[in-house]
């Protein structure tokens, strides 16, 4: 019998939820060669607790610092600085993975309901009409 692992810690292993939702964004961050602030536009993938992964035209650089800011309905949800963990240069879709950095009892409050609204919102669009 293989045992991988300590059963008490598998318990204890925090569950952290990741919502498939589509939410508007703006991410900014200085440009490291010309000192510029970037500004793109985009649209979460999902989000999750503490990160989100986000569709950009223009990828920042893995390592530094930007600015997420969430909209829904022309309103700022929530600004917060993230760092990018991970980036995904695919041309048809390129990815860059956010890691929150501060104000996550904030994130999870606006942002996660927001995905989840977001979620019940395109149910309804798609599903509901055929329950009826």
Same mark, same amino acid.
């Given at each position: 019998? @293989?045992?991988?692992?300590?059963?008490?810690?598998? +318990?204890?292993?925090?569950?952290?939820?990741? #919502?498939?939702?589509?939410?508007? &964004? =703006?991410?900014?961050? #200085?440009? +490291?060669? /010309?000192? +510029? /602030?970037?500004?793109?536009?985009?649209?979460? *993938? !999902?989000?999750? *607790?503490?990160?989100?992964? &986000?569709?950009?035209? @223009?990828?920042?650089?893995?390592?530094?610092?930007v600015s997420?800011?969430? #909209?829904? *309905?022309?309103? /700022?949800? #929530?600004?917060?600085? @993230?760092?990018?963990?991970?980036? *995904?240069?695919?041309?048809?879709?390129?990815?860059?993975?956010?890691?929150?950095? =501060? !104000?996550?009892?904030?994130? +999870?409050?606006? &942002?996660? /309901?927001?995905?989840?609204?977001?979620?019940?919102?395109?149910?309804?669009?798609?599903?509901?009409?055929?329950?009826?």
């Amino acid at each position: 019998m @293989t045992h991988f692992g300590n059963e008490e810690n598998v +318990k204890r292993a925090p569950l952290h939820r990741r #919502i498939m939702a589509n939410l508007r &964004v =703006q991410v900014s961050w #200085i440009d +490291k060669g /010309t000192g +510029k /602030t970037v500004l793109v536009e985009g649209l979460t *993938e !999902n989000v999750g *607790e503490t990160s989100a992964l &986000v569709n950009l035209e @223009t990828l920042p650089p893995v390592g530094s610092e930007v600015s997420l800011r969430v #909209i829904d *309905e022309e309103k /700022t949800l #929530i600004e917060v600085p @993230t760092e990018v963990i991970r980036v *995904e240069r695919d041309p048809s879709k390129p990815l860059a993975a956010l890691s929150i950095a =501060q !104000n996550l009892k904030n994130w +999870k409050q606006h &942002v996660m /309901t927001a995905a989840q609204e977001w979620v019940t919102r395109q149910w309804r669009l798609n599903y509901e009409e055929e329950w009826v």
